[in-house]
């Protein structure tokens, strides 16, 4: 079977690629496994100096990379160039602090001596997405290095020359051969290789319904999995917010990455007082965009990732207008063969439309009108998801009440967009999945908590 690389600005083919057969996956899951039982055991002095020497490759390499994401799934140059710094920060993040993370913790009891040990698990398999395709798999490999673990890559199929520089990168910063491999397989594939008895977890971001297809597999031969899925995130706007603020942040959420990102904020929840202005200033905002090839210097909006991905998009727009929402903006799919699909806002989004029930992976915003403050937030709970969320509010300390007590999500943000950081534990609840990456929390995700009691 081939793998086709294309490029969704014009619909050529970059590359072709040969899957790697069953005997070659074989072949690569026993020669990590072999890896691991070296990797281990390594110093985590000598775990961190790698880390902070892939770093500096990524660093050396972000020029070309971000060109490679450019090609491949159409993102623009220099939010391809702050993707890789952000993949170097974990990774220079986790050699500062894994040693920390990882150390024995004394617990007194009648025991003479009884300690928890943070041990590795061993390979961990990662099915990753093309919309980050860089710190999707960073934000996981990074803590499983760090922590002594291995681990392979099943990259989206339509990225796989971001999935063998991964591999190259690795290589190049002078880790052990084989501690990361790359898989170059499609997803039928996926079950034998979760079955194989070296695999010892799972971290998948994606799609709930491939979440929930990894999750069974794993769970049938009680296998760890970490998810990672979609989201619908609202965002709300109170009647004393900064509208200017607001929508500018808000615009900018949407739009990242060409609106396919799970944490981009795809639900405006908007208190009627404001709901005008605010539509009016997010129209505007969103209207000065630039939308174009990812190599030209300004663009803001490249292409969907594939044709396909562009098609369903426009027909869920289509769906959302029949059920009574209105275009006031994009909302038609341009001219030739490409995969662009312009910034769009629906209006007069009500529950049960599909805008509002379910994630619209692309530029397209749904400003929903709410009829208060409790209303806004019951309306933003009013989802399967539960990946992140805002609230936009000049009362601070009423703010962060609502973001911690009122909202339903992994992580709630006050006057700011959602993002992933570092230094602080992400992930979801609901459909949009559990466990959690990245911070503290993260690192231990995929350790055995191991209690040591002496008598």
Same mark, same amino acid.
């Given at each position: 079977? %081939?793998?086709?690389?294309?490029?969704?600005?014009?619909?050529?083919?970059?590359?072709?690629?040969?899957?790697?057969?069953?005997?070659?996956?074989?072949?690569?899951?026993?020669?990590?496994?072999?890896?691991?039982?070296?990797?281990?055991?390594?110093?985590?002095?000598?775990?961190?100096?790698?880390?902070?020497?892939?770093?500096?490759?990524?660093?050396?390499?972000?020029?070309?990379? =971000?060109?490679?994401?450019?090609? *491949?799934?159409?993102?623009?140059?220099?939010?391809?160039?702050?993707?890789?710094?952000?993949?170097?920060?974990v990774c220079e993040y986790y050699a500062a602090n894994a040693a920390d993370f990882l150390k024995d913790?004394?617990?007194?009891? +009648?025991?003479?001596?009884?300690?928890? &040990?943070?041990?590795?698990?061993?390979?961990?398999?990662?099915?990753?997405?093309?919309?980050?395709?860089?710190?999707?798999?960073?934000?996981?490999?990074?803590?499983?290095?760090?922590?002594?673990?291995?681990?392979?890559?099943?990259?989206? =199929?339509?990225?796989?020359?971001?999935?063998?520089?991964?591999? +190259?990168?690795?290589k190049a910063a002078g880790f052990p051969q084989h501690v990361f491999q790359t898989l170059l397989v499609?997803?039928?594939?996926? %079950? $034998?290789?979760?079955?194989?008895?070296?695999?010892?977890?799972?971290?998948? &971001?994606?799609?709930?319904?491939?979440?929930?297809?990894?999750?069974?597999?794993?769970?049938?031969?009680?296998?760890?999995?970490?998810?990672?899925?979609?989201?619908?995130?609202?965002?709300?706007?109170?009647?004393?917010?900064?509208?200017?603020?607001?929508?500018?942040?808000?615009?900018?959420?949407?739009?990242?990455?060409?609106?396919?990102?799970?944490?981009?904020?795809?639900?405006?929840?908007?208190?009627? *007082?404001?709901?005008?202005?605010? &539509?009016?200033?997010?129209?505007?905002?969103?209207?000065?965009?630039?939308?174009?090839?990812?190599?030209?210097?300004?663009?803001?909006?490249?292409?969907?990732?594939?044709?396909?991905?562009? +098609?369903?998009?426009?027909?869920?727009?289509?769906? $959302?207008?029949?059920?009574?929402?209105?275009?006031?903006?994009?909302?038609?799919?341009?001219?030739?063969?490409?995969?662009?699909?312009?910034?769009?806002?629906?209006?007069?989004?009500?529950?049960?439309?599909?805008?509002?029930?379910?994630?619209?992976?692309?530029?397209?915003?749904?400003?929903?009108?709410?009829?208060?403050? &409790?209303?806004?937030?019951?309306?933003?709970?009013?989802?399967?998801?539960?990946?992140? =969320?805002?609230?936009?509010?000049?009362?601070?300390?009423?703010?962060?009440?609502?973001? /911690?007590?009122?909202?339903?999500?992994?992580? /709630?943000?006050?006057?700011?967009?959602?993002?992933? +950081?570092?230094?602080?534990?992400?992930?979801?609840?609901?459909?949009?999945?559990?466990?959690?990456?990245?911070?503290?929390?993260?690192?231990?995700?995929?350790?055995?908590?191991?209690?040591?009691?002496?008598?």
């Open positions: 079977m %081939d793998i086709f690389s294309v490029n969704p600005s014009n619909g050529k083919t970059i590359k072709k690629y040969t899957s790697h057969s069953d005997k070659q996956v074989e072949k690569k899951i026993k020669q990590t496994h072999t890896a691991w039982l070296n990797w281990r055991n390594s110093p985590r002095a000598e775990r961190g100096r790698l880390l902070k020497a892939m770093a500096s490759v990524l660093l050396e390499r972000k020029d070309e990379l =971000s060109n490679l994401m450019a090609l *491949e799934m159409g993102k623009p140059l220099k939010q391809g160039i702050a993707e890789i710094e952000k993949c170097a920060a913790q004394l617990i007194e009891t +009648d025991a003479r001596k009884s300690f928890v &040990t943070f041990q590795p698990l061993g390979i961990v398999l990662a099915i990753m997405p093309w919309n980050f395709p860089f710190w999707q798999v960073f934000r996981f490999l990074a803590p499983a290095l760090a922590a002594g673990n291995c681990g392979l890559l099943k990259h989206a =199929s339509n990225v796989p020359g971001c999935a063998l520089a991964i591999e +190259d990168i690795v499609g997803s039928d594939k996926v %079950d $034998a290789i979760i079955e194989n008895k070296h695999i010892q977890a799972v971290t998948l &971001t994606g799609s709930t319904g491939a979440g929930q297809k990894v999750a069974q597999k794993a769970g049938s031969l009680i296998k760890k999995t970490v998810l990672e899925l979609g989201g619908s995130d609202a965002y709300v706007v109170l009647e004393d917010a900064d509208l200017e603020l607001a929508a500018e942040t808000c615009v900018n959420s949407r739009l990242i990455n060409a609106g396919q990102s799970c944490i981009a904020a795809k639900r405006f929840i908007v208190v009627k *007082e404001v709901e005008k202005e605010f &539509t009016r200033l997010f129209v505007e905002k969103m209207k000065a965009k630039k939308i174009g090839d990812p190599f030209e210097e300004g663009v803001d909006v490249g292409p969907q990732a594939r044709i396909d991905l562009r +098609d369903e998009l426009h027909q869920q727009i289509k769906q $959302a207008i029949k059920q009574g929402a209105k275009c006031v903006l994009g909302g038609e799919v341009p001219k030739g063969i490409n995969a662009f699909y312009p910034p769009t806002v629906l209006t007069k989004v009500k529950e049960g439309n599909i805008a509002f029930e379910e994630e619209l992976f692309g530029p397209v915003a749904s400003i929903i009108s709410a009829k208060d403050e &409790t209303d806004a937030i019951r309306l933003a709970n009013k989802s399967v998801f539960g990946l992140g =969320s805002a609230v936009f509010t000049k009362n601070i300390s009423h703010g962060e009440l609502i973001a /911690c007590t009122r909202l339903e999500a992994g992580s /709630c943000f006050v006057n700011s967009q959602v993002k992933s +950081d570092s230094r602080l534990p992400f992930g979801g609840i609901k459909q949009s999945g559990y466990g959690r990456e990245l911070g503290l929390f993260g690192i231990h995700e995929f350790v055995n908590i191991k209690t040591v009691f002496i008598a």
